[in-house]
């Protein structure tokens, strides 16, 4: 017999494979999966594009998102632009795409 788990874990936990911005990476596996270093990673968390959340030993974790997010960094930074301005390309692109999904919400709202 398999003893059942207990607590809130339990009801939706799969539900956090699905879940974009749920922080299921660690600095080092992030900075593999993105082939870069953890003091690039760290740059972006100074430059205020990514606030990691913190696993209660204090180790940054991060987000499927974020990772996206890093990733287009990277792209402009490997391109010639400067960090500062690559995080701002980005903050704005990321905003841009916000407003868009939410207009196309509505849209859809309002046919139904």
Do not use: W
């Amino acid at each position: 017999m398999i003893p059942e788990q207990e607590g809130p874990a339990t009801p939706g936990a799969a539900d956090k494979f699905d879940d974009e911005h749920y922080p299921g990476y660690t600095m080092g596996r992030a900075a593999d999966m993105l082939g870069t270093t953890q003091g690039f990673l760290r740059s972006l968390d100074e430059a205020g594009l990514i606030t990691p959340q913190r696993s209660p030993g204090g180790h940054r974790r991060y987000s499927r998102h974020q990772l996206r997010l890093a990733a287009r960094v990277r792209e402009l930074v490997d391109q010639g632009t400067a960090i500062d301005a690559a995080c701002r390309i980005v903050t704005l692109e990321d905003q841009l795409h916000e407003a868009q999904r939410l207009n196309q919400s509505r849209r859809l709202d309002t046919v139904d």
